[in-house]
């Protein structure tokens, strides 16, 4: 017996020696800006041994053996990188820092769950928007940049995400706009500021389609645009970027019969200078500074713009994040609201309803002048290896005044003056590799000022307060991602009503392979009225009368899509994402003319059937790329069994881009779109026209030389001259060609 147990004690002498002799390897993985980087594969080449970074980047592999090792680290939408190393007994740290591929920007999405991940596994149909989108297109609007989206309508100040929403001139979005994930909406009418937004710093544009309400409240009833603005790099670096170009003369005589000018080039043109640096190794930051002006290509269509932005980063290496944004814009704008009939189309005209003004029956136009102030504090940090927090707050500042004949700015009294505030707190905690568990709570104050407004006092100072509660819990099992998201808001509006909204959201991601993944959703989403539809009372461009017992959009929604990524013929790699969606919407908020009043009114009319399907299909190859997306979409009205309003059946957009000895970038896009098979008929009853339908047809050329830090790029827009119409009443941009040169050094 003791020569056994003496045999079995030598026998395991040399497995000890290996395991004192093992070896380890552990480190973090960050980006470029140093922030954490977590889901990044780890593995040691060669082996089955690896490990995937945790929310606060970190990894770690044991039990290695010691010697020499290649480590590489991975990501969906950064460069692979590679570190050969010898591995000495006992612990070794390696730390990376990841590159962004440019090819795979749109990988990574922060808006679908609140949270960095993977868009493989999202559980949603996101599209994203790179840099290089925006910079090849000369995009200086957000407007601009959404219209090569698939599945979203811009119908001129409105956007439209799947059919979510028609056309209400602006005074309320179904869509929720965030700028680095905090909501940003005008006060008065909850509309998207287009302009009031920092294109030159933009990382990327994500559009989550479909109802957010879950994880964002009030106003994601069809969508979410989060627009994500870039840090300072490590090295400092001035852009100068400056573009001119014209709107070509109409083909009609009997358009330029009514406006000379329609038969001249009109020009626009602007100027954008922007510097980032790090100003150490915890502080870096950014100032933008650009100006536009534009002629307009109608009668009372001009636009002027200043617009500065900045942006201050603080990231210690404690795991700490501080960040401040803030923006100003002055923009002084005719705003064309509808023409003088289809003879007429360059020309404003007057709503003959019956009711008029002062000075007639009211027009097709009002001059603006507008400031915007935006203010976005916000702090982070890790605590311990399982909890990430964060506090953001929010300010949003709008003053518009009205011009008068001459050009000058009217009194605030004629005008409208409105801010939002507020601020939130989101919690994550990740108790392990497979579950991630989200909570926050959120507060905002809205209080407008307008001579447009009668409030329910009588007076035109109206406001609306909100609170809200979320949780969302994500799990992890095998190859299955699922989650369940929970939101309460509750607003207080000045009518003394307090509503009260709870938002779910059940969703599931399976991987079937090493780029393929299937998903499904079901969610609620709801919108408040904006304190324009609730409120507006006025007679000067639109006849319209208040309406204080307006209830809240509400819809149900579901969805069912595929995501694959692989590698085809001649080493193109080919990415898909197919979905299919059915939306119910309840009491929709839509302008109703009331004949005993002889006025327009908001009203809960409408509930609808929205269903459809949607592909998206990209293939690329180093500088080379097209793309493809096309949206089916069946909306009905379900209260008089019809088409719904201003929405289009077939939406087609594709995109090609080659690159000619490096040098030389030739691009182009072509958007398709089925005329709306019904629109607002009251609005047709007095306004000459208003009930043409044409559909889209619109070209886009350009070409793009690069030098050294010097690029040059010639947009021709809407190559084949093609006229249409963007919304009821509305003729959409014509012809026209820019040039633009941009210095980076």
């Excluded at 994550?428 to 209080?447: F, H, I, K, Q, Y």
């Amino acid at each position: 017996m003791w020569r056994a147990l003496i045999f079995f004690l030598l026998a395991g002498l040399p497995a000890a020696g290996v395991t004192a002799q093992s070896a380890s390897v552990a480190g973090r993985v960050v980006d470029e800006a140093g922030i954490p980087l977590p889901g990044v594969n780890v593995v040691v080449a060669g082996t089955i041994r690896g490990s995937a970074t945790d929310v606060n980047g970190r990894y770690e592999i044991p039990g290695l053996t010691p010697g020499t090792v290649r480590l590489s680290a991975s990501a969906i939408g950064f460069q692979t990188s590679v570190r050969d190393l010898t591995l000495a007994p006992g612990a070794t740290t390696v730390d990376f820092v990841l590159m962004e591929d440019v090819l795979q920007t749109g990988e990574v999405v922060v808006t679908a769950s609140r949270r960095p991940q993977a868009l493989l596994e999202a559980p949603a149909s996101v599209s994203v928007l790179s840099t290089a989108d925006l910079d090849v297109r000369n995009i200086v609007a957000l407007d601009d940049a959404l219209r090569y989206v698939p599945g979203v309508h811009v119908q001129e100040n409105q956007v439209n995400v799947r059919g979510s929403s028609g056309f209400a001139y602006n005074t309320g979005s179904r869509v929720l706009l965030l700028l680095d994930g905090m909501p940003l909406l005008t006060p008065d009418s909850d509309g998207m500021p287009f302009d009031a937004l920092p294109i030159a710093q933009i990382e990327r544009i994500e559009v989550l389609k479909g109802p957010g309400s879950a994880l964002y409240g009030g106003g994601a009833l069809g969508g979410v645009v989060n627009v994500i603005t870039r840090d300072a790099g490590p090295d400092p670096q001035t852009t100068v970027s400056g573009f001119l170009g014209a709107h070509a003369p109409v083909r009609y005589q009997v358009w330029r019969t009514g406006y000379p000018k329609g038969g001249q080039f009109r020009a626009f043109g602007g100027l954008s200078v922007s510097h980032s640096r790090r100003l150490s190794e915890d502080w870096g930051g950014w100032f933008n500074l650009s100006i536009r002006r534009d002629e307009g290509y109608l009668n009372f269509n001009r636009a002027s713009f200043l617009q500065a932005f900045t942006k201050v980063n603080w990231t210690p290496k404690s795991g700490r994040r501080g960040e401040l944004l803030l923006g100003f814009l002055a923009r002084e704008k005719d705003n064309f609201l509808f023409w003088n009939g289809a003879r007429d189309a360059l020309n404003p005209g007057s709503l003959a309803i019956g009711s008029q003004t002062s000075t007639g029956d009211p027009t097709g136009t009002n001059d603006i002048f507008a400031n915007q102030l935006t203010v976005l504090p916000s702090f982070s940090s890790f605590v311990g290896d399982h909890i990430f927090y964060a506090l953001r707050g929010r300010v949003f500042g709008s003053v518009l005044r009205p011009l008068d004949a001459e050009g000058n700015v009217e009194s605030l009294d004629n005008g409208t003056l409105g801010i939002r505030y507020g601020g939130e707190a989101q919690v994550d905690w990740v108790p392990n590799e497979s579950r991630t568990v989200t909570l926050g709570v959120s507060g905002d104050a809205m209080v407008t000022q307008s001579s447009f407004f009668v409030t329910a006092d009588g007076d035109s100072t109206g406001g609306q307060p909100e609170t809200a509660f979320f949780a969302q819990w994500e799990e992890r099992l095998g190859a299955v991602s699922a989650s369940g998201g929970l939101r309460l808001d509750r607003y207080a509006i000045d009518t003394g009503t307090t509503l009260q909204r709870l938002s779910p959201k059940v969703a599931a991601s399976l991987i079937v392979g090493p780029r393929t993944s299937l998903r499904v959703s079901y969610g609620h989403g709801f919108r408040a009225p904006s304190l324009a539809e609730r409120f507006t009372d006025n007679q000067d461009f639109f006849p319209i009368v208040r309406n204080l017992s307006l209830k809240p959009e509400r819809n149900i929604s579901f969805e069912a899509g595929l995501r694959d990524t692989r590698f085809v013929a001649a080493g193109w790699q080919l990415e898909t994402d197919v979905a299919l969606f059915l939306s119910e919407y309840y009491d929709l908020i839509e302008p109703r003319l009331v004949p005993k009043l002889r006025a327009f009114q908001f009203i809960n009319l409408t509930r609808a059937r929205i269903a459809g399907s949607e592909v998206s299909l990209e293939a690329s190859r180093g500088g080379h790329r097209v793309r493809l997306g096309y949206t089916l979409l069946d909306a009905q009205d379900k209260t008089i069994d019809a088409p719904l309003a201003s929405r289009s059946k077939h939406q087609l957009t594709t995109g090609l881009d080659v690159e000619v000895l490096g040098m030389v970038a030739l691009g182009a896009d072509l958007r398709f779109m089925s005329a709306p098979e019904s629109v607002d008929t009251d609005f047709a009853l007095f306004v000459q026209d208003a009930d043409l339908l044409v559909g889209m047809r619109v070209l886009d050329l350009r070409a793009t030389f690069r030098r050294g830090p010097i690029a040059a790029t010639l947009l021709l827009n809407n190559a084949l001259d093609y006229y249409y119409l963007e919304r009821p009443a509305f003729l959409a941009p014509p012809r026209h060609l820019q040039i633009r040169v941009k210095a980076t050094f």
